[in-house]
């Protein structure tokens, strides 16, 4: 499994800006997917997953202003960030399989290289 993220870019506060993340080498719809984040400094957190039935789970920080979403037939899981604040600037990777503990936990699992989210004024 391969997954190839993009979407990252600087972005003025109370902002949006959309991920995308595509996965190819096997079958996407077996595949609970999840979004996590670096801050600079921090530890990788996680953020937000999708089971493979379309169910959501969010992070506390991000719930009511992150989407997570997928278009099985596209192969591609997407996180909407909207009203975005300084303290979300961070690397953003996504993740999928195919037990959604694993995405949730972070641990194991496919990861994609990372995109860059900068939130500035």
């Known amino acids: 499994v391969q997954l190839q993220a993009s979407g990252g870019g600087v972005v003025q506060p109370g902002g949006s800006l959309r991920l995308s993340c595509e996965l190819s080498?096997?079958?996407?719809?077996?595949?609970?997917m999840g979004w996590h984040r670096q801050a600079p400094g921090k530890q990788r957190e996680w953020i937000a997953a999708i089971s493979g039935g379309g169910s959501t789970k969010y992070e506390d920080s991000v719930r009511g202003r992150f989407t997570i979403s997928r278009d099985n037939a596209k192969k591609t899981v997407y996180l909407q960030m909207n009203s975005l604040k300084p303290e979300d600037t961070a690397v953003y990777y996504c993740?999928?399989?195919?037990?959604?503990?694993?995405?949730?936990?972070?641990?194991?699992?496919?990861w994609g290289q990372g995109t860059l989210v900068t939130v500035s004024s």
């Open positions: 080498g096997s079958i996407f719809s077996w595949y609970n």
């Open positions: 993740n999928a399989d195919r037990r959604f503990l694993t995405v949730v936990g972070g641990r194991g699992g496919s």
